[in-house]
Nanobody, 112 residues
Framework: QVQLVESGGGLVQPGGSLRLSCVASGFTFSSGTMNWVRQAPGQEVEWVSTISRNSDIRDYTASVKGRFTISRDNAKNTLYLQMDNLKPEDTAMYFC?????RGPGTQVTVSS
């Protein structure tokens, strides 16, 4: 079955960096777009970024543009999110998603 497993979250100070990973299985990873979404406590799920199947199109929500970079390695069935210059408002559970399916998520906390 389709499985997505995120990792790489943690506690980081403002201005710091983290690299999230998402390993996919159970479907043809290279055949379609992949997304990162996030959910802060008490808030709705927010779309963060999307990457096309061959990485030629990448899009970001305005609040992370210039700070986050989405990438993928189709040979490894893995999606990445490089997050730089992190801010407290980036604190959330981060999920990778495909076709409405999400993994269990990885927690990112930005705090001094």
């Amino acid at each position: 079955q389709v499985q997505l497993v995120e990792s790489g979250g943690g506690l980081v100070q403002p201005g710091g960096s983290l690299r999230l990973s998402c390993v996919a299985s159970g479907f043809t990873f290279s055949s379609g777009t992949m997304n990162w979404v996030r959910q802060a406590p008490g808030q709705e799920v927010e779309w963060v970024s999307t990457i096309s199947r061959n990485s030629d199109i990448r899009d970001y929500t305005a609040s992370v543009k210039g700070r986050f970079t989405i990438s993928r390695d189709n040979a490894k069935n893995t999606l990445y999110l490089q997050m730089d210059n992190l801010k407290p408002e980036d604190t959330a559970m981060y999920f990778c998603s495909r076709g409405g399916i999400r993994g269990p998520g990885t927690q990112v906390t930005v705090s001094s």
